[in-house]
T-cell receptor
Framework: DARVTQTPRHKVTEMGQEVTMRCQPI?????VFWYRQTMMQGLELLAY????????DSGMPKDRFSAEMPDATLATLKIQPSEPRDSAVYFC??????????????FGPGTRLTVL | AQKITQTQPGMFVQEKEAVTLDCTYD???????LFWYKQPSSGEMIFLIY??????QNATEGRYSLNFQKARKSANLVISASQLGDSAMYFC???????????FGKGNQVVVIP
């Protein structure tokens, strides 16, 4: 049963600390998405990779957030320095490139981040 | 830019009854896809059903069906014979053309009561 995995599942940290979240997409998937979910904003797309190349990170605060895919089996989202307003659930999703409108994305379980 | 609107307040549904969740969308692209995801209290996002803009028939997946009204730009999710496990947030999302991004609505909260 292929699944997207994310680590850690929960993270509590203090303001100013670096946070790294990891995602292992489903083997064979060539698109990876990072989303942030908060009560106020709902689900927001932070970054999108296709074949490991970043295609869109316009939703990501550039001064403190960075997203990378060092290889096809690992995507990372880093926040440095973290702030209380970064507290949210961060989802990773993977899928296959679709030229048509069908584009099912498979979501990981999320990382619940709390910044004190 | 595409936009998804889900404005219903939280809903209480009696077990075994049907429930309809509203979703309206806005896009000028003739080629698009509409998705519904379920998010239970455990937090994971579960794909439920898909409707393509060129599909002639409404999509169905088990107890889930999509009431697709293209002229009205609505894609309402119908859950038949509600079960306690259907209690969750439900998100409508849209993908436009070759753009692989999904735009999500704010979600509808459903609570199924025995």
């Amino acid at each position: 049963d292929a699944r997207v995995t994310q680590t850690p599942r929960h993270k509590v940290t203090e303001m100013g600390q670096e946070v790294t979240m990891r995602c292992q997409p489903i083997l064979g998937h060539n698109t990876v998405f990072w989303y942030r979910q908060t009560m106020m904003q709902g689900l927001e797309l932070l970054a999108y990779f296709r074949n490991r190349a970043p295609l869109d990170d316009s939703g990501m605060p550039k001064d403190r957030f960075s997203a990378e895919m060092p290889d096809a089996t690992l995507a990372t989202l880093k926040i440095q320095p973290s702030e209380p307003r970064d507290s949210a659930v961060y989802f990773c999703a993977s899928g296959l490139v679709a030229t048509g409108p069908y584009n099912e994305q498979f979501f990981g379980p999320g990382t619940r981040l709390t910044v004190l | 830019a595409q936009k998804i609107t889900q404005t219903q307040p939280g809903m209480f549904v009696q077990e075994k009854e049907a429930v309809t969740l509203d979703c309206t969308y806005d896009t000028s692209d003739p080629s698009y896809g509409l998705f519904w995801y379920k998010q239970p209290s455990s937090g994971e996002m579960i794909f439920l059903i898909y409707q393509g803009s060129y599909d002639q028939q409404n999509a169905t997946e088990g107890r889930y069906s999509l009431n697709f009204q293209k002229a009205r730009k609505s894609a309402n999710l119908v859950i038949s014979a509600s079960q306690l496990g259907d209690s969750a947030m439900y998100f409508c999302a849209m993908k436009v053309g070759g753009n692989n991004r999904l735009a999500f609505g704010k979600g509808n909260q459903v609570v199924v009561i025995p």
